[in-house]
């Protein structure tokens, strides 16, 4: 403005005297001439800012800057943490014969429901068989013996080692027929809970042994969904930790808690593990499904706010333009702000702001603090 004034107050001395005046070759003369003009150019000054000001007030069609304002929200804010999940469930295992053998045959198929200690399928036992069979008659036998000599002894016939060992062949074959019998037992697999057979992997004559499974059993009645976060969210994430839970694939959500936080930090991927017990009632949550979660590390009730309509100055604080109101008009003015948190362009403002505060929002980068401006709905 003063560049401007001064150009001017020049021009008019110039126009004044019809020509470029002659400058004083005198230093005094020349200082003296200085503030003179800088005496006119200040009292232009003076003269143009109270003409501006007379404007302003009478001119109907100034230009102003238009802008829309809102009303901050009194709310509760919740700021969530995003990770992935994978359902697990603790029934479901795969089951390996304890014995090898050939399969004789196979009673489950694959989707049937079974009950604990169902017998799912047999392995070829023919050779135990023969030898509880021969182990039989000679316990039949023994057992004869032992009694016969028991009844001498009580009588005070005979000596009393052949009683002793009497007694101790029987007891000795009634051991090895049990250990016949266990053995047997073990040629058959049998179902651990109640479940559904999920896949059968033999086939009847198949030759089956210990390393290799048999048949998977699973149960989804009761699952649960594991999730590794990392270790920068250890402070925020505590058992009962409100979580929602969402299967993109299933189009379902779902609300819990962290049921269990791991207390092992993998040194791999600096992460620890989350579970969260879910229901799963209609049976759809299959194991291994990807689960969405949203973990609420951070609750509030307060001031929130879009968070584009937050600016940072220079010096690195957060503010927001509000209206302050007067005399019918609406002045711009810088209100700096304290930012908590921010979670999906909303921030829960801390200090700075009251819920009968007027935000700009649109328009918000083309005002500074003291202008006038038009509001709009």
């Known amino acids: 403005m003063k560049n401007i004034i001064t150009i001017l107050a020049i021009s008019i001395i110039i126009t004044s005297c019809g020509k470029a005046p002659k400058v004083s070759q005198d230093l005094q003369n020349l200082i003296n001439e200085k503030a003179i003009i800088k005496q006119q150019i200040d009292s232009l000054s003076s003269k143009l800012q109270i003409i501006e000001t007379a404007i302003s007030d009478l001119d109907t069609l100034k230009r102003l800057v238009v802008v829309t304002t809102f009303q901050p929200k009194q709310e509760v804010f919740k700021h969530f943490i995003e990770v992935q999940g994978t359902v697990k469930a603790d029934k479901s295992v795969e089951l390996h014969p304890e014995m090898g053998g050939n399969v004789t045959r196979i009673f489950v198929k694959e989707g049937q429901r079974v009950s604990k200690g169902q017998t799912l399928a047999q392995l070829d036992a023919s050779v135990l068989n023969n030898n509880i069979a021969q182990m039989q008659t000679q316990l039949s036998l023994a057992k004869t013996t032992f009694e016969r000599q028991e009844r001498l002894w009580k009588q005070n016939i005979g000596s009393e080692i052949q009683y002793l060992q009497a007694k101790a062949n029987k007891e000795g074959l009634e051991n090895n027929l049990n250990s016949l019998y266990s053995q047997a037992n073990k040629m058959k697999i049998k179902a651990p809970f109640s479940g559904t057979i999920d896949q059968v ?10 390393q290799m499974p048999f048949l998977r059993v699973i149960n989804l009645s009761n699952v649960y969904i594991e999730s590794d976060i990392t ?30 936080v791991g207390n092992f930090i993998n040194p791999n991927n600096r992460s620890f593990k989350a579970r969260i017990d879910i229901t799963n009632q209609e049976g759809d949550i299959k194991a291994n499904l990807l689960a969405d979660i949203r973990i609420n590390d951070f609750s509030a009730n307060g001031i929130v706010i879009p968070s584009n309509t937050i600016q940072e100055d220079s010096e690195g604080n957060n503010f927001v333009y509000t209206v302050n109101k007067e005399k019918n008009k609406s002045k711009v003015v810088k209100s700096f702000v304290n930012v908590v948190k921010e979670y999906k362009n909303q921030s829960y403002i801390s200090e700075g702001l009251k819920a009968s505060d007027i935000i700009i929002d649109k328009g918000s980068k083309l005002v500074k603090s003291g202008d006038e401006v038009s509001i709009v709905q």
């Open 231 to 260: 270790e920068s969210y250890l402070a925020s994430i505590k058992k009962g930790t409100e979580v929602e839970v969402s299967f993109p694939s299933l189009n379902k959500n779902m609300n819990s808690k962290i049921t269990q």
């Open 201 to 210: 992997f033999a086939k009847v004559g198949e030759l089956a042994n210990p």
